[in-house]
């Protein structure tokens, strides 16, 4: 091996979005590290649905899908008690 090339390989901290903590070694350069997913809640090997939402697309996309459904629905109630 080459010196000074290489970086430390360590032990880590992994804490993970649903609270799951476990130890690794890597060369990461802190000692924590967070995931938004493990091998205790991920979908597949948890057996459960459950959606990962990190950027809140999930979230944004409702908003959306709110304002064209209800919107429509608004300006027909509207309409209809102009009438
Ligand atoms: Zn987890």
Redesign the pocket.
């Known amino acids: 091996m080459q010196k000074e090339i290489h970086p430390t390989y360590h032990k880590i901290e992994v804490t993970?979005?649903?609270?799951?903590t476990f130890d690794t070694q890597s060369t990461y350069a802190e000692d924590m590290l967070r995931?938004?997913?493990?091998?205790?809640?991920?979908p597949f090997y948890s057996g459960k649905q459950k959606i990962v939402d990190t950027a809140g697309r999930v979230e944004k996309f409702n908003r959306k899908f709110a304002k064209t459904v209800f919107s429509k629905e608004d300006k027909s109630t509207d309409s209809k008690k102009d009438k």
Do not use: T
């Open positions: 993970c979005s649903c609270g799951n995931i938004d997913v493990c091998g205790k809640c991920h």
